[in-house]
């Protein structure tokens, strides 16, 4: 059976519904991952969880070291990896506990690790990163949806900004001009990392908070763990109605 993990991001440090098989800590080419990588079975089926952000929740965006969590993955034998994160939304239909499954990327960031191809010991490699979800596993997560009764946006346009800092009303102002629908911190070099390494990868994006200036007052914590916890929620069960289908 091909290997599925998932990644955790804000909002899901854990699986509640994994029953745990083993804990698998690695040291990498590339350093140490965000955390043990967790072997369990969800709906009957072995996965492999990682908390991005580490457990505790110890890891800003701009300091995961994504190389190391992708090798790891890969090393443990992964071909398909499931990427939660939470993003704050930007145009109309993304609102706050709505959940989008992004198409495309635009790259914010600056000075991280982008590829595993930057010494002598390799050849210069080009990647086509045209479409940088798999579309295969795109659509089952649109079909797990529809059958989970979830209602998602089966499409969007993920900017991903350098953080820890939240965006200016100006950026979120660019980023919508640019055709972004979403903002988060953690898609890239990630997604970009498993193409090199031939992974299917595919993302669900959790909105959060509405992105800066698209509401009067500020963005609180307060109100982001509210969004977190009902997004969050059918996220479970999206997940476990993926992989009933895959």
């Known amino acids: 059976m091909t290997k599925l993990a ?10 509640s519904d994994l029953t745990i098989i083993k804990h698998d800590r690695l040291t990498t080419p590339y350093g140490s991952p965000s955390a043990d990588f967790i072997t369990g079975e969800l709906s009957q089926k072995e996965v492999i969880f990682l908390a991005r952000h580490g457990n505790p929740h110890i890891l800003a965006p701009h300091r ?58 390799y050849p210069v490699t080009h990647i086509d990163f045209t479409h940088p979800y798999s579309p295969r596993l795109r659509s089952a997560l649109i079909a797990a949806a529809a059958k989970a009764n979830i209602k998602i946006s089966p499409t969007a346009t993920y900017g991903c900004t ?15 001009r640019d055709g972004c629908d979403l903002v988060g911190m953690t898609a890239m070099p990630e997604a970009a990392l498993a193409k090199e390494l031939g992974m ?6 959790v909105i959060a908070n509405w992105a800066a200036g698209k509401t009067a007052g500020e963005i609180t914590i307060a109100e982001i763990e509210q969004n977190l916890h009902v997004g969050m929620a059918n996220t479970a069960e999206l997940l476990k109605a993926f992989i009933l289908l895959i």
């Open 64 to 121: 995961i070291n994504y190389r190391a969590n992708i090798w790891g993955l890969k090393h443990l034998g992964v071909e398909q990896i499931i990427a939660v994160a939470a993003v704050g939304g930007i145009t109309a239909e993304m609102v706050p506990a709505h959940i989008a499954i992004p198409d495309h990327i635009i790259d914010y960031t600056h000075n991280r690790k982008h590829t595993f191809f930057e010494d002598e010991n």
């Open 200 to 205: 299917d990868y595919a993302a669900i994006s």
């Open 162 to 176: 350098q953080g820890p800092r939240l965006e200016t009303a100006a950026e979120i102002k660019r980023m919508e």
């Open 6 to 15: 998932i990644i955790g991001g804000t909002g899901l440090a854990q699986l």
